[in-house]
């Protein structure tokens, strides 16, 4: 007998919001000019390349050629740390960096690394949260970049970015986040945040994989990683998606039009944490800050047990172990062994993730789907004995 699938693993990945697969639409029979070329089947491909610029740009409280797209989230963190290190010249720049960034921050710090660059890395506690005087501290003459991500992807944690900004910004430092996780669950207005760059990820709101963005404040110089004819004001070469950043656009705005969703999600998230609290008591902990926190992740251990094996028994319910880019890993999160969990604790790890999709009855059947999962465990380990 097949059991529903349930989906719990938005962090990871989100389905396309309907409104921004019915903006893709047209693109994909019609409009297919170059966006860059300015005869009739170019003009409409250009405005809605341009129309989805405005939309990302509305969400974000910025202006619209403030706004590159890129390939996705990856591309948009790489563009930012390479694009501003190599503008100032690599070798001997000194970049800062948080303990629990996303591998796509990581990656290109250690690629900068072996060019010269010096990289910081901030401790984090054990909520996840930096602290901005460390960040003060670790500032140097030589800093041109510091790069903390807006909320983590794996416990949801909200880092303390206006703080972090604020500390940059007075030693003359570029500052960016990497919002791939907050775009369009909490607030990210870059105002607000005073940040100088931001990423964000379109299949993380409702967008299809493929596309992103990259927030660029007016005066920041990046040097492109992508050289050709000059595309997105010169920062990104490459012929724009009208697809795909249509699709981008449309998922933005929706996300901007109804900010009251995300609020009936972590009402659900909460409900789901009460009801294992209740049912599994001192065997079941919580990763990540308990407020500061996004409003559809949980992220929790299962102590003294495998959080591989549980999902492995948790028949059709999708969710992660880690962040997706670690799916499958049986080792200890790095971001967990950051916040200093243990070993015994961080092991039986899960992370689920709602959306604005699911229901209380979804919620309800994992809780009794883990029950199982654990007993089926215990009766296999009780008969192995």
């Excluded at 705005?253 to 944490?273: I, K, N, Y």
Aim: aromatic fraction near 4%; charge should be negative.
């Amino acid at each position: 007998m097949s059991v529903e699938p349930i989906y719990l693993d938005h962090n990871a990945s989100t389905p396309i919001h309907p409104q921004a697969r019915d903006a893709m639409r047209r693109y994909l029979d019609e409009a297919y000019g170059n966006p860059s070329s300015p005869h009739w089947a170019g003009r409409p491909a250009r405005e809605a390349v341009e129309r989805a610029r405005a939309q990302v740009a509305d969400l974000l409280g910025a202006s619209s050629d403030e706004i590159v797209f890129t390939s996705g989230g990856s591309e948009a963190n790489n563009l930012a740390l390479k694009g501003v290190v190599f503008a100032a010249g690599e070798r001997g720049a000194h970049v800062v960096i948080s303990a629990v960034e996303h591998p796509s921050v990581v990656a290109p710090c250690r690629f900068l690394e072996g060019r010269g660059a010096a990289v910081s890395v901030l401790p984090v506690d054990g909520a996840g949260l930096v602290d901005p005087e460390g960040l003060r501290r670790a500032i140097t003459p030589r800093t041109v970049l510091v790069s903390v991500m807006h909320a983590n992807n794996e416990v949801g944690t909200i880092e303390p970015i206006e703080a972090c900004a604020r500390i940059a910004h007075e030693r003359g430092v570029i500052f960016h986040t990497d919002a791939a996780q907050s775009v369009g669950k909490i607030p990210t207005r870059v105002g607000d945040l005073a940040v100088d760059l931001l990423s964000l990820a379109g299949h993380k709101l409702g967008a299809p994989k493929g596309i992103g963005a990259l927030y660029v404040r007016r005066g920041v110089r990046l040097e492109p990683l992508i050289h050709g004819a000059g595309h997105e004001g010169g920062r990104r070469a490459g012929t724009e998606s009208a697809l795909l950043t249509a699709g981008l656009g449309e998922a933005c705005r929706a996300a901007g039009s109804d900010p009251a969703a995300m609020e009936t999600v972590r009402a659900l998230r909460d409900r789901f944490w009460r009801q294992l609290r209740d049912r599994f008591g001192a065997g079941v902990v919580l990763n990540g800050h308990p407020d500061r926190r996004l409003p559809n992740t949980l992220n929790v251990s299962f102590v003294g047990r495998v959080g591989a094996e549980i999902l492995d028994r948790l028949d059709g319910v999708a969710a992660s172990t880690g962040s997706a880019c670690h799916a499958g890993r049986v080792e200890l999160s790095p971001v967990l062994a950051a916040m200093g969990v243990t070993p015994e604790v961080g092991m039986g790890a899960i992370r689920f993730s709602l959306g604005r999709t699911t229901t209380d009855g979804e919620i309800e059947a994992v809780v009794e789907r883990i029950d199982a999962a654990l007993a089926a465990a215990d009766s296999s380990a009780a008969g192995n004995a």
